[in-house]
């Protein structure tokens, strides 16, 4: 499970060591880990081989990229931060996680959404059903 977080204990897949930002982990590592309430958003069809490498080449691309404290800050939904996600462009030197959903996506050619920090978490996910991206969300049980 490849993310952008600052809540794992758990030692990187890749290098095994436990740091902040892009990392991997085995799937069954991270339920563990939060006791199996992980939420999944599934594609509603699975990706061929083309669209898979193209997905895991762009998580190699941001691999160890740091997590973007004042991008997760910014994802409340208040005005002035809805207002700064808005107006700030996308940079993908630091992400945290709807910055590095929209550009994994986007890199599998899955979705072509500009300016990627604009979302929060929530409302990420929301979009993403509404418009057929994924599906409704499961929980993922060990």
Known sequence: ??????LSHLADYTPGCV???VQAHPLK???TEH?????HYPLPEPLGNFKSKLLWDGYRRHLHAKYEYAGAWHARRTPRSRLIRRLSGEDLNSLYSPEFVVAMYRYAGILDWQNAS??????LCQRLVETGVCKPR?????
């Open 138 to 142: 499961r929980r993922l049980v060990l």
């Open 29 to 31: 590592d991270r339920l």
């Open 118 to 123: 604009k979302y929060s978490p929530n409302a």
């Open 35 to 39: 006791r199996g309430r992980i939420w």
């Open 1 to 6: 499970m490849a993310e952008s977080t600052t």
């Open 19 to 21: 740091k902040s930002g």
